[in-house]
């Protein structure tokens, strides 16, 4: 070991100038690599450590900063609004999920069938999604029921958000069946997107709401891609009054 470090030691030139410089360093290391076989591992991570900088964009019309090395990104703090817009929203994508699950057992229906599996899948990614986005920043994936009675089909009390069917219109979805159920289900899922997109509407009426980049992004995919099956479902019902 001592023998190894009296080599690594006259490997560098006690005359070298200091050089303080991140190209200065870069310099003097490839001297270094290219004539002591001891120097590599120490020389490469001591450049990396050297020439590494974090630059921090400035505010419109404002410089930026240069941040040390060891400084780490942070998530914005999302605002009171935003946290209850995901946990709601989980809860409305959950009874879009729990309506198409009927749709295997009630009808033979192509096109309610092909619609109720987008839906489903759409929503349930989204879910998954949203849960992510609450628990990356601490928060919990639901909220709270008090006042804001409902019913789940395992019988659970549940929130009931804007657009969200009651008790009794699951109940009549679920005792229906064909063209009755294929009628049920699309009024049921016009009313329950057009709730959606009156979420999305109160998230950004809110002031300093809905600036999160993720958030912003859902929350406008949800309403363009809700207002279109909307589209879809009205003209399936003009067609099959």
Do not use: Y
């Not at 019913?151 to 009931?160: N, W």
Request: proline letters at 7%.
């Amino acid at each position: 070991m001592f023998a190894d470090t009296h080599k690594l030691r006259s490997c560098s030139n006690p005359r070298t100038p200091r050089l303080k410089s991140p190209t200065g360093i870069a310099a003097l290391a490839g001297v270094l690599l290219a004539t002591c076989p001891f120097a590599p591992a120490l020389t490469q991570q001591q450049v990396a450590q050297s020439t590494s900088v974090v630059v921090q964009p400035g505010a419109p019309g404002m410089p930026s900063k240069t941040l040390p090395a060891s400084a780490r990104p942070t998530l914005p703090r999302p605002s009171q609004a935003d946290i209850e817009f995901m946990q709601g929203m989980i809860m409305h994508h959950s009874q879009a999920v729990e309506m198409t699950a009927l749709i295997a057992s009630h009808t033979e229906n192509k096109g309610v069938r092909s619609l109720g599996a987008k839906i489903s899948s759409s929503q349930s990614d989204e879910i998954r999604f949203m849960q992510r986005w609450l628990a990356t920043r601490g928060q919990a994936t639901s909220m709270a029921m008090a006042g804001m009675p409902g019913m789940d089909m395992s019988g659970q009390s549940m929130p009931l958000m804007p657009g969200m069917l009651t008790p009794e219109q699951m109940t009549a979805l679920r005792n229906a069946k064909s063209a009755e159920f294929d009628r049920l289900f699309l009024t049921g899922m016009i009313q329950h997107h057009g709730g959606a997109l009156v979420m999305v509407k109160d998230l950004f009426d809110t002031a300093g709401a809905g600036q999160d980049a993720e958030l912003f992004n859902f929350a406008t995919d949800v309403d363009s891609g809700q207002r279109a099956e909307i589209r879809i479902m009205q003209n399936m019902l003009e067609e099959n009054p």
